[in-house]
């Protein structure tokens, strides 16, 4: 008998300093489109949470790795704040995990 891997709510609150309107997610995971700018998901700026949020139904215990763009291309990725390169960020499904991130920058 197959075993069912738990899932759980995954929050992500995201703030820019920048003038955009939404924000892409990229990813290691087909669930963040494998690194392919063209398949990134959209994330909208949220009123309420003060942040572009994004919730996904992700398994317990997997890792994943990512990059925030300003738009669905490599020349639109995330930088430090003096635009250099930065580390993918990255996290583990834990229950009721928010993740948490702050842009300083674009390419």
Do not use: H, Q
């Not at 899932?7 to 995201?14: G, Q």
């Not at 992700?58 to 003096?82: C, H, M, Q, T």
């Amino acid at each position: 008998m197959a075993t069912k891997t738990a899932t759980t709510k995954v929050e992500f609150f995201i703030t820019c300093a920048c003038d955009v309107k939404s924000l892409y997610i990229v990813g290691d995971d087909s669930k963040f489109g494998e690194w392919n700018p063209e398949k990134a998901i959209k994330i909208d700026y949220n009123d309420e949470k003060k942040s572009f949020y994004l919730t996904k139904m992700l398994p317990v215990g997997a890792s994943y790795e990512f990059k925030i763009l300003a738009d669905k291309s490599w020349n639109r990725v995330e930088k430090g704040y003096y635009g250099e390169e930065i580390e993918n960020r990255s996290f583990v499904v834990t229950k009721g995990l928010k993740v948490v991130a702050k842009v300083l920058n674009f390419a």
